[in-house]
T-cell receptor, first 114, second 114 residues
C-alpha cells in the first residue's frame, strides 16, 4: 500500500501567494497531522484532525489552515505565504491515541518562500 | 515547560558495535515515549515506543529504557549496521482528544564507521 502520499514534493512560492499542500492516506486511519521540520528545531505540530469533520490547532498554527472533508484527505493551506514558512512539511496519520506513539509519515514537501 | 531534548547531537560508532542514543525530557505528563528514525530525504519512521508505566521494552535489535526518576529515555541499537545511519528523534505523546500530540526532540545523527 502507498501509506501517506504528499504532493508536491517541492515548491518555490512567491511571498504573498497562496498554496495548498496535499495529503492522502490509504490506511483508513482516524487521525491525521501536519508537521513542519526546520533545521535545529525538530518537528513541530501545525494542525491535527482526530476524525473526519474535525480539526484542531497544534503548536504553530498561525498562517495555516486545514480541512478534513473525508477520512483520506487532509490538505494544508497557506493563505498568504511568508519567508518564515520556508520549511519541510510532513503529513502523518495514526490509528489514534490509544495505539501509543506510532504515526506514519509521508515523504515530505519542501517549500521555499521567496 | 515542554522540552524534549537530546544530550548529543551526533554519535559515531563502529559497525557491529552497540549504539546508545540518549534523550532528556522535562514534562512527566506524557503517556508514551517514542523513538523515530529519519533517513535522508525521507519522513520519520516509527521504531519503538514505551508506555510511561514501563521502564524497558525490547524490539528487534532495539531496546528502549525509560527512567522516570531522572526523566531520561534511551535507545539502544545492538550490532549497529550501515542501514542504521540516520537521525534519531525521541518524542513524547501527550494526546489531544483521541489523536496524538507528538512533541519531538531535535534529533541525534548516528553515523556508522566501517
Amino acid at each position: 500500500t502507498a501509506g501517506i502520499t504528499q504532493a508536491p514534493t517541492s515548491q518555490i512560492l512567491a511571498a504573498g501567494r497562496s498554496m495548498t499542500l496535499r495529503c492522502t492516506q490509504d490506511m483508513r486511519h482516524n487521525a491525521m497531522y501536519w508537521y513542519r521540520q526546520d533545521l535545529g528545531l525538530g518537528l513541530r505540530l501545525i494542525h491535527y484532525s482526530n476524525t473526519a469533520g474535525t480539526t484542531g490547532k497544534g503548536e504553530v498554527p498561525d498562517g495555516y489552515s486545514v480541512s478534513r472533508a473525508n477520512t483520506d484527505d487532509f490538505p494544508l493551506t497557506l493563505a498568504s505565504a511568508v519567508p518564515s514558512q520556508t520549511s519541510v512539511y510532513f503529513c502523518a496519520s495514526s490509528v489514534g491515541f490509544s495505539r501509543g506513539g506510532e504515526a506514519f509519515f509521508g515523504q515530505g514537501t519542501r517549500l521555499t518562500v521567496v | 515547560g515542554e522540552n524534549v531534548g537530546l544530550h548529543l547531537p551526533t554519535l559515531s560508532v563502529q559497525e557491529g558495535d552497540n549504539s546508545i542514543i540518549n534523550c532528556a525530557y522535562s514534562n512527566s505528563a506524557s503517556d508514551y515515549f517514542i523513538w523515530y528514525k529519519q533517513e535522508s530525504g525521507k519522513g520519520p519512521q516509527f521504531i519503538i515506543d514505551i508506555r510511561s508505566n514501563m521502564d524497558k521494552r525490547q524490539g528487534q535489535r532495539v531496546t528502549v529504557l525509560l527512567n522516570k526518576t531522572v526523566k531520561h529515555l534511551s535507545l539502544q541499537i545492538a550490532a549497529t549496521q550501515p542501514g542504521d545511519s540516520a537521525v534519531y528523534f525521541c518524542a513524547e505523546n501527550r494526546g489531544i482528544q483521541g489523536a496524538q500530540k507528538l512533541v519531538f526532540g531535535q534529533g541525534t545523527r548516528l553515523t556508522i564507521n566501517p
